[in-house]
């Protein structure tokens, strides 16, 4: 066996645990256990990078015709550009903290495994760290280099952007900082968090993957009053202390045409290299108590608030075999931190649509909620559809593939599976929008109103359960899982189009049936005809289908961090 000084293998297995922390998280943020999470990465990645591309090709064609403007609106316009780029950079970077906000700390199995062999905590952190650092930097260049080449061609137009090379400079040089700071700003509060305690944490995961999503879309529809403000700080003006001024600042000194004052550009520079300074400080110090503490806690995580979820609902469940499977659904996905940020996802989606409408009608100071207006009464049709297709998304991803074996040895039929996953949709997805819209309505518009709506709502979410469960065949949380990017492709113009009917055209349609009592009576009857068809669909594509349990096959693979394994 050939010696090896402490430096060497402290360098080696630094590099080991890079590559195998890469991976990790990269498995995390794509919910790809059972697949390759490259190429789910890689396609997720072009999906957020498709935006800015979008924009900047749309600018580049339009740049030429601003040249008869006068050169106050063209620079204006500049800006404004330039400004969208950087904060959709920061906003991206913050989703992505977001998604591997549960993994950058040890966790008990982390040291069970590692604890174990001679590997050092900070070492460890380290190569966490880094492989964070690496894959948010992958993943912010996969999101800047595209647009920055397009935009910084097209804009080159305009006298006052300078030429294509420093117009390219300038975007690299303004987003990918931007984004970096952010994204190791929320590692360095995810370190500090540690001392707050374990749900602390959860729940600042959740709140800030919400905030993201939904600040991430509202951008795109409230740029003006958002980019005036950063305009404004560029300027010269207020707001000089907000991260988007000093980029924007940066973006234009790098490209030639500054126009703000000198201190901006530098300030972002400098709370960049702080940032990546404060991350190490949070992180390798204290690696050796944050793993001593990880492996002196509870094994099991704690449900919190939604501990009551299996009790309380499997009341509903008819036979034993749908309780069975409706409890280990709601015990999976109450404890699931990876399942609730995949629900949020869908969530914030949802919010941050329902939301555009409403706040543009609030801004422009008209009467929004005098009377039900269609799209006040899109509101809950939408997060019903996200929240319902994202419970049914939760439910095909595995907790633990090893937690099947209970199912195994009485596996349940194709019936009850489907009964369960139905009970769990109703009573997740459908009722907890319906109630807390029926109670903003009856203090809106009266309790008459607020129990007709009630009816509408259930009926159409009766029914999108119903069409979601037809083709149900797995045990959910319990069966393995392998995201079908070919299928997303193929499908995502029937995703738009289903919310577009069920958020929107319904909407129109309650809005007609509210004013029409025979209108209610026909809604009604169509609606409970078409659950009964849907249900009789269901019961007809079962007929001969079994519940799919994949193989429960356990792999090891050594990472050789210890000369023993040599």
Same mark, same amino acid.
């Given at each position: 066996?050939?010696?090896?000084?402490?430096?060497?293998?402290?360098?080696?297995?630094?590099?080991?645990?890079?590559?195998?922390?890469?991976?990790?998280?990269?498995?995390?943020?794509?919910?790809?256990? !059972?697949?390759?999470?490259?190429?789910?990465?890689?396609?997720?990645?072009?999906?957020?990078?498709?935006?800015?591309?979008?924009?900047?090709?749309?600018?580049?064609?339009?740049?030429?015709?601003?040249?008869?403007?006068?050169?106050?609106?063209?620079?204006?316009?500049? %800006?404004?550009?330039?400004?969208?780029?950087?904060?959709?950079?920061?906003?991206?970077?913050?989703?992505?903290?977001? @998604?591997?906000?549960?993994?950058?700390?040890?966790?008990?199995? !982390?040291?069970?495994?590692?604890?174990?062999?001679?590997?050092?905590?900070?070492?460890?952190?380290?190569?966490?760290?880094?492989?964070?650092?690496?894959?948010?930097?992958?993943?912010?260049?996969?999101?800047?280099?595209?647009?920055?080449?397009?935009?910084?061609?097209?804009?080159?137009?305009?006298?006052?952007?300078?030429?294509?090379?420093?117009?390219?400079?300038?975007?690299?040089?303004?987003?990918?900082?931007?984004?970096?700071?952010?994204?190791?700003?929320? %590692?360095?509060?995810?370190?500090?968090?540690?001392?707050?305690?374990?749900?602390?944490?959860?729940?600042?995961?959740?709140?800030?993957?919400?905030?993201?999503?939904?600040?991430?879309?509202?951008?795109?529809?409230?740029?003006?009053?958002?980019?005036?403000?950063?305009?404004?700080?560029?300027?010269?003006?207020?707001?000089?202390?907000?991260?988007?001024?000093?980029?924007?600042?940066?973006?234009?000194?790098?490209?030639?045409?500054?126009?703000?004052?000198?201190?901006?550009?530098?300030?972002?520079?400098?709370?960049?290299?702080?940032?990546?300074?404060?991350?190490?400080?949070?992180?390798?110090?204290?690696?050796?108590?944050?793993?001593?503490?990880?492996?002196?806690?509870?094994?099991?995580?704690?449900? *919190?608030?939604?501990?009551?979820?299996?009790?309380?609902?499997?009341?509903?469940? *008819?036979?034993?075999?749908?309780?069975?499977?409706?409890?280990?659904?709601?015990?999976?996905?109450?404890?699931?931190?990876?399942?609730?940020?995949?629900?949020?996802?869908?969530?914030?989606?949802?919010?941050?649509?329902?939301?555009?409408?409403?706040?543009?009608?609030?801004?422009?100071?008209?009467?929004?909620?005098?009377?039900?207006?269609?799209?006040?009464?899109?509101?809950?049709?939408?997060?019903?559809?996200?929240?319902?297709?994202?419970?049914?998304?939760?439910?095909?991803?595995?907790?633990?593939? !090893?937690?099947?074996?209970?199912?195994? @040895?009485?596996?349940?039929?194709?019936?009850?599976?489907?009964?369960?996953?139905?009970?769990? %949709?109703?009573?997740?997805?459908?009722?907890?929008?319906?109630?807390?819209?029926?109670?903003?309505?009856?203090?809106?518009?009266?309790?008459?109103?607020?129990?007709?709506?009630?009816?509408?709502?259930?009926?159409?979410?009766?029914?999108?359960?119903?069409?979601?469960?037809?083709?149900?065949? #797995?045990?959910?949380?319990?069966?393995?899982?392998?995201?079908?990017?070919?299928?997303? #492709?193929?499908?995502?113009?029937?995703?738009?189009?289903?919310?577009?009917?069920?958020?929107?055209?319904?909407?129109?349609?309650?809005?007609?049936?509210?004013?029409?009592?025979?209108?209610?009576?026909?809604?009604?009857?169509?609606?409970?005809?078409?659950?009964?068809?849907?249900?009789?669909?269901?019961?007809?594509?079962?007929?001969?289908?079994?519940?799919?349990?994949?193989?429960?096959?356990?792999?090891?693979?050594?990472?050789?961090?210890?000369?023993?394994?040599?």
């Amino acid at each position: 066996m050939s010696r090896i000084t402490p430096s060497a293998g402290t360098r080696r297995q630094f590099r080991l645990l890079v590559r195998a922390s890469i991976r990790h998280l990269l498995t995390h943020v794509t919910a790809a256990r !059972d697949a390759d999470p490259v190429n789910v990465a890689i396609w997720l990645t072009a999906l957020a990078t498709a935006p800015a591309l979008l924009f900047a090709v749309r600018n580049a064609i339009d740049y030429p015709f601003l040249l008869p403007l006068p050169p106050e609106a063209a620079a204006r316009a500049l %800006l404004t550009d330039r400004v969208f780029f950087v904060l959709y950079g920061m906003l991206t970077a913050a989703l992505l903290a977001s @998604l591997v906000w549960e993994v950058l700390v040890p966790t008990r199995e !982390d040291q069970e495994i590692l604890g174990v062999l001679p590997v050092r905590p900070p070492t460890v952190a380290a190569a966490r760290l880094t492989a964070a650092v690496v894959v948010a930097t992958s993943f912010t260049a996969a999101v800047s280099v595209p647009a920055a080449l397009l935009f910084g061609v097209g804009s080159s137009a305009l006298p006052m952007a300078g030429g294509p090379v420093r117009a390219v400079a300038g975007h690299l040089a303004a987003t990918m900082p931007a984004s970096l700071l952010v994204f190791l700003t929320l %590692l360095a509060a995810r370190s500090m968090l540690v001392h707050a305690g374990e749900r602390i944490v959860s729940r600042a995961a959740v709140g800030l993957q919400l905030v993201a999503i939904v600040a991430l879309i509202e951008v795109f529809f409230f740029l003006p009053a958002v980019t005036g403000v950063v305009i404004d700080g560029v300027q010269g003006g207020g707001a000089w202390w907000l991260p988007p001024v000093w980029f924007a600042a940066l973006y234009g000194q790098v490209a030639g045409s500054p126009g703000a004052p000198g201190g901006l550009p530098a300030l972002g520079l400098t709370a960049t290299i702080a940032a990546a300074v404060l991350a190490i400080a949070v992180t390798l110090p204290p690696a050796g108590w944050m793993a001593r503490r990880a492996l002196d806690g509870q094994a099991a995580p704690h449900a *919190g608030m939604l501990s009551w979820l299996p009790r309380a609902v499997a009341r509903s469940a *008819g036979t034993p075999a749908v309780r069975s499977v409706l409890v280990f659904a709601l015990a999976s996905l109450a404890r699931s931190r990876r399942h609730l940020l995949l629900l949020v996802s869908y969530l914030g989606v949802g919010i941050a649509l329902a939301a555009l409408r409403l706040a543009a009608e609030l801004l422009q100071g008209r009467p929004v909620f005098d009377q039900p207006r269609s799209f006040v009464l899109a509101v809950p049709l939408v997060l019903v559809f996200f929240t319902v297709v994202g419970l049914r998304a939760c439910c095909a991803v595995p907790t633990d593939l !090893d937690a099947n074996w209970a199912f195994r @040895l009485q596996t349940p039929s194709v019936g009850d599976v489907q009964a369960a996953i139905r009970l769990l %949709l109703l009573w997740l997805g459908v009722a907890p929008v319906v109630a807390a819209c029926s109670l903003a309505s009856a203090w809106l518009w009266g309790w008459h109103t607020a129990l007709t709506i009630v009816v509408l709502d259930v009926l159409a979410g009766v029914l999108l359960c119903e069409l979601l469960v037809a083709s149900w065949t #797995k045990v959910p949380f319990a069966s393995g899982h392998e995201p079908a990017i070919e299928t997303v #492709k193929s499908r995502w113009p029937w995703f738009v189009a289903a919310l577009w009917v069920f958020g929107f055209g319904l909407a129109d349609l309650h809005r007609w049936v509210l004013d029409s009592p025979a209108g209610m009576a026909v809604y009604a009857l169509v609606g409970i005809l078409a659950v009964g068809g849907a249900y009789g669909r269901t019961h007809r594509m079962r007929r001969g289908r079994a519940v799919r349990l994949d193989p429960d096959v356990q792999t090891f693979e050594g990472l050789r961090l210890s000369p023993a394994e040599e």
